[in-house]
């Protein structure tokens, strides 16, 4: 997911960015980097007052503990670990000393740098954290070197720091950072001018090593998350949704509900009825006695053959215009050919593998939330409101998430309100809300579906001198209080990026846009607009080079002479995949490459298919350029992963409507990617000291069509649907 | 009804209605959160347990299969094969989000308790079962040979 909610540029952080230190009673330092709009007039956080607010990034304990908070939701991607590493760098501690906890909602302190709220997505942990952790990390180590160097009588610049050790060769003295840790809550700050980071070729972490991670509790069942919140006298409840958008409840017979032995209440709530008991199976027991006779006069009945159909209609007239580059009209009257493509994508459900469920605890003067929490400060807001009480009063616990792929990002914090519903009718009770699989699928906040339209014109040489592309799907930001700045002339954003922003050189070249208004709910998914873009953009420029007889990295490489990183990418991906190589009968390789969120990735598919049309990925060779790669072993994973999950729509994944029911429901009929399909996957990472860009979606966006490039190359049949579908195939 | 398990080698007695599946018995009444609900369908492997040993989805075994039985879940697995797929775990940084991860341990170690040198083929049969939606697949393949040869 990817959103601002204002210009990032201000907000950068710099050296002279005011630094704070509160002593921690009895405990040590607790360190945090002032934000630029806690302006040095701002004394009042220098007050004692405040101690005891987690409002810091860097906490070590006597009993030598260097605890790092993590402004950023842990939900796979590797935060954790990355702002840990870039801590651990500055501060020299020892890896094995670092524990990760994380922050709590606190929008001023824990913001993301590149928007102005708090919150985890558009790959940008690393990028908007890369000086503000090291900042934070250097200037714990200063503060404690300036304590040894009191105690020891020494100059402080003759203080070495390493692992987590503070040494005076000439003196020979040395100590743990826990043995300094109070009397360093006690040192002035550094003067910020004087805080210098360290030269890279002294990272000991940064880029360097795999840092295993023994502290997360994911391989011994002790990881924390929200399914697994237990608090006194805590009820679980489990809700009966409409089963269409805009069903509403008519009436509801809930004594066979409430006749379940064990269950406690049943509370009718706006999305539906719950139904409360002390554990969940009691609860769904209850929930499926429940009678409900539903109203769905309003609501969604159209199906998803009818809405394609639409779209495709609409796709007669311009659009809203993204990108008007040249005269396309002109260009194309003088293209010696013309080939034309058209691209159909289906909803997608983000099917987290934690099931979304969210803990609520409404008291009359406040809430506690327990959540995998990605978006703190909308949902902080939308809390308070539904509540009537201030952000402030609404404390939110950010717990591990068992992945999100940007569903827990919502604008209209979809579950945590439900919860926090639910939670009301039972004030001063906490609730766990738990959904079930098929309510997660089924409960909306899909990737919408899409249909493109490209046409796009070569001149007699074979060179693309115009390329008009059309495209038409519900938008993410309209109706959300994002729309003011994700939306402009019409244009979302996220509906286009990735085709208005096609690096390739074509003089003339047109996108537009048609935002159709439905009721599906939809929200970004993992790459957002990049998830359809980059499937039609890249197999459409393949059918450019197979019309203009050339091969398809000599092609693209022709047309990214202005693009640097682009033309990296896909030259280090061709090498390595050894894209001229011969392979065996039945297997064909295919290329793709894409920006988004400021990295450039490249993939190459090799795929093998056999006489019955069944086929199978079996490896997929990557380069990514992040710039600088903090956590080398962490981009690897994360290009694995997004390999893995993008195959899956590629193969099978698709929501699709009936007359405005979900016809998915579990895993069995919305498939998702298995260990039996996984390809082999090798990673290569471009070297650079340009500023780290994030890796969580990068890798998701070339998948698709570079399978289904080498599916065509093995076949000759072009591809415009996904989940994609071979002839002769059953 | 007073069901009586015996949990990671302790007894457990709990008041449920025997149908009630055996993840909600040991995640609600034993407070044993390790093992996962991701599904309730036997489709993804979240809830893996050991039942005697042999890996079983917990979510669709009535708990009253399990009594008389000996339940392993993630926090009480101590083979040296359990112990040797967790640290391989660890070692090759296979977990992402977690979630799945519980599930995937118990069943990688089902696996290695009765094949100590499995093929890709043997990793994927027995492994097909449990879903990682971060398709961490290719470390768990990596991890399983890693633990193997760190066994043999
Ligand atoms: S929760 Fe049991 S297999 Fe999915
Ligand atoms: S590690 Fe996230 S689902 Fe497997």
Redesign the pocket.
Known sequence: MKFLLAEPAASQPSRRDFLKCVVVAGAGLTLGVRLPQASAQDGAFLAEDDSFQPNAFVRIGSDNRVTLIMKHLEM?QGSHTGLATLLAEELDAAWEQVITEGAPADTNRYKNLHWNAQGTGGSSAIANSFEQMRTAGATAKAMLVAAAAKTWQVPASEIQVSQGVLSHTASKKSATFGEFAEAAAHQALPIPEELVLKDPKDFIYIGKQRLTRKDTGKTDGSAQFTQDVKLPGMLTAVVAHAPRFGGTVRSVDDSKARAVAGVVDVVQIPSGVAVLAKDFWTAKLGRDALVINWDDSAAFKHSSVDIMENFKALAKQPGAVARNDGDTASAMKNAATVVEGNYEFPYLAHAA?EPMNCVAWVKPDGCEIWNGEQMQTVDQANVAATLGLKPEQVKINMLYA??SFGRRANPASDYLLEAVHIAKAKTNTPVKLVWTREDDMRAGYYRPAYFHQIRAGLDKNGQPIAWEQRIVGQSLAAGTPFESFMVKDGVDKTSVEGASTLPYKIPHLKVDLHSVKLPVPVLWWRSVGHTHTAFSTETFIDRLAHTAKQDPVAFRLNLLADHPRHHGVLSLVAEKAGWDKPLPKGWARGVAVHESFNSFAAQVAEVSVKDDGRFKVERVVCAIDCGLAINPDVIKAQMEGSVGFALAPVLMSAITFKQGLVAQSNFHDYQVLRIDQMPKVEVHIMPSDAKPTGVGEPGVPPLAPAVANALSAATGQWFDKLPLQLEGSV | MSITLNVNGLDHTVDADPDTPLLWVLRDHIALTGTKFGCGIAQCGACTVHLDGQATRACVTPVHLAVGKQVTTIEGVQSSVAKAIQQAWEELSV???????SGQIMSATALLDSNKNPSDADIDAAMSGNI???A?YVRIRAAIKHAAQQLS
């Open positions: 796979g593998m068992g992945s | 977990p992402q989000c977690g979630y799945c991860q990682c939606r971060c961490t």
